[in-house]
């Protein structure tokens, strides 16, 4: 059995067991958090989606997890003007529970 997701904005194929990395989050390690917002249902090879899914995702919160470090640099030719900027997003590693 497996779901599609929308989590933050995103879509995730997910099944029960599963450990991934979704955007940011809010909550602690080991709190619980449900997704009502699912897009398609798999059940034994019978496909629902639409509308008529009554179905809900339970997941438990892992942690936090930082991305890759992302840099953009400003520059204008002889004017001294240089500017260096980065960021790392910010992941939060979800275990799904139960699908029901």
């Known amino acids: 059995m497996f779901a ?5 904005g995103q879509q995730f194929k997910v099944q ?3 450990e991934l990395y979704v955007p ?7 709190d619980k958090v449900e997704f009502p917002d699912v897009l398609l249902v798999d059940t034994d090879g019978k496909l629902s989606l639409g ?8 997941a438990e919160i892992l942690g936090e997890v930082q991305g890759d470090k992302v840099t953009s640099f400003k520059m ?20 799904i529970s139960k699908i029901s």
């Open 24 to 30: 940011h989050i809010e909550g602690k390690n080991g």
């Open 51 to 58: 509308k008529d899914i009554k179905v809900k995702v339970n």
């Open 4 to 8: 599609v997701v929308r989590i933050a």
């Open 76 to 95: 204008k030719r002889r004017k001294g003007f240089r500017k260096k900027i980065g960021h790392r997003k910010l992941f939060t590693q979800i275990k």
């Open 16 to 18: 029960e067991g599963q």
